[in-house]
């Protein structure tokens, strides 16, 4: 069973920065993807960053040139480093990876005060 532990999530204001690290209990070599989804409260989950396994990586068009995702390969970690955060960014961040089955974190909770 893999686990993936997330942190760096919590408060802070509008414009300001934050940094997300999922860290996989396995090697991330065996895994297609990873990423990251959010969901705010009465709204569906949604997919905000993900990284392939050759460092391609895809955004959510809400989140482009303010957000970046990262790996490290050697720590079996996963960031998302995410600036000029906005009020609608506020969600809890769930960390997934995509392997022979798609496995997720606990959620961490970010919250933008405007």
């Known amino acids: 069973q893999v686990q993936l532990v997330e942190s760096g999530g919590g408060l802070v204001q509008a414009g300001g920065s934050l940094s997300l690290s999922c860290t996989a209990s396995?090697?991330?070599?065996?895994?297609?993807?990873m990423g990251w989804y959010r969901q705010a409260p009465g709204k569906q989950r949604e997919l905000v960053a993900s990284?392939?396994?050759?460092?391609?990586?895809n955004y959510v068009d809400s989140v482009k040139g303010r957000f970046t995702i990262s790996r490290d390969n050697a720590k079996n970690t996963v960031a998302l480093q995410m600036n000029s955060l906005k009020p609608e960014d506020t969600a809890v961040y769930y960390c997934?990876?995509?392997?022979?089955?798609?496995?997720w974190g606990q959620g961490t909770q970010v919250t933008v005060s405007s």
């Open positions: 396995r090697s991330i070599f065996s895994f297609l993807a």
């Open positions: 997934y990876a995509h392997g022979s089955s798609v496995y």
């Open positions: 990284i392939t396994l050759s460092s391609d990586t």
